[in-house]
């Protein structure tokens, strides 16, 4: 089976999933050929992921990750077990496959990327709708007033959610604005991966505090400082993530993370606009505007833009705290 560089090497690469706030819920025991998969119920976020669909989106995109860090030793996991309820737990075993994924040497290149975009030559705008406006998962909006659109609704969605206290309060402790706290280099969002500057990380932790942003709403301008419009409108494109209804919440989490990696092959970076379609006013908007029928969701959205020349750090748990091995 695999020896333990392989396998430190596979769990590094597993590692780089991608999760709402950067929670990484996922704890993997590897043991025998056998994975399995089970979640970090305190690394849930019950304010603003209720139903646990980021949860679970998250824990899919770790099991998508590691099927494509296996394939780096020609091994695919296949499902042998699943539980959603009352606690989460999938297990898997290994066979052989003949090819590595062609997505593997992405892995370490994805990132999120919450800056302003540059502007893509009209050559790579092209490439993305080449690859991409046949894709039946995926539906690109790249006309600049309809991106403004998007914009706008964006902010609108954001203000909906940010205005609640709870909401508000549970982002803010996801926030890393201490390089002292002790997990600020293993989970949620730093002011390097929101792409923040000194002053900008100073102004949001004063701004986005539950209390300062309610005064801040009551004079009418705290609309104006979470606006996103202007790094929105810099993108290249918005791409919907479309699924079928009946697809689990496990397997929207591989399609996600897999879309993402596509994107990032042909030298695109990405970032979720989760508000969009988490706000059912927003959601069913846009359902209608892509005109989906009743047997198609939307996963998520993304801003898309070429990757640029600096990209944030890496913020991950240790490994050891994500994976147990009983060789
Ligand atoms: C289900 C899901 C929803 C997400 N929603 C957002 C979002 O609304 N805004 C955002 O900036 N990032 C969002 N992200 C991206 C994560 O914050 C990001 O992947 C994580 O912080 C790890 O950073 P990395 O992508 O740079 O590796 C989301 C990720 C997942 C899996």
Request: net charge positive; charged share 25%.
């Amino acid at each position: 089976m695999l020896t333990k560089e392989q396998l430190k090497d596979i769990e590094g690469l597993t590692n780089l999933y991608v999760s709402a706030h950067n929670t990484q819920p996922a704890q993997w025991l590897y043991n025998n050929g056998h994975w399995i998969l089970t979640e970090d119920v305190s690394r849930k976020l019950p304010v603003a992921d209720e139903s646990s669909k980021d949860h679970l989106i998250s824990l899919g995109s770790s099991v998508e990750s590691l099927n494509i860090a296996l394939s780096k030793y020609k091994y695919q996991l296949v499902n042998t077990y699943m539980e959603f309820t009352p606690s989460f737990r999938a297990e898997y075993k290994m066979i052989n496959c003949e090819e590595k994924d062609p997505l593997l040497a992405y892995l370490n290149q994805r990132k999120s990327y919450r800056g302003v975009f540059k502007k893509a030559s009209a050559d790579k705008k092209n490439k993305l709708i080449d690859c991409f406006s046949s894709d039946e998962n995926i539906v690109l909006v790249t006309d600049n007033n309809e991106i403004k659109t998007i914009a706008e609704d964006f902010d609108k969605a954001n203000y909906h959610f940010l205005s609640q206290q709870d909401y508000l309060s549970e982002l803010y402790s996801w926030l890393r604005f201490n390089r002292n706290e002790s997990n600020f280099f293993e989970d949620g969002l730093t002011p390097d991966a929101m792409s923040l500057n000194a002053l900008e990380s100073m102004g949001a932790k004063f701004i986005l505090r539950p209390n300062i942003f309610q005064k801040l709403k009551k004079i009418k301008i705290a609309p104006i400082l979470i606006s996103e419009k202007t790094k929105i409108c810099s993108a290249t494109a918005i791409a919907f993530i479309i699924a079928p209804k009946e697809m689990d919440l496990l397997d929207q989490g591989r399609l996600f993370y897999r879309k993402w990696l596509e994107m990032t092959k042909i030298g695109f970076s990405l970032n979720p606009l989760s508000c969009l379609v988490d706000w059912p006013k927003t959601y069913s908007i846009y359902k209608n505007k892509l005109r989906l029928d009743d047997q198609q969701i939307i996963v998520n959205a993304f801003r898309v833009g070429p990757t640029p020349n600096k990209l944030p750090g890496r913020y991950r748990r240790p490994l050891q705290s994500v994976f147990q091995e009983s060789l």
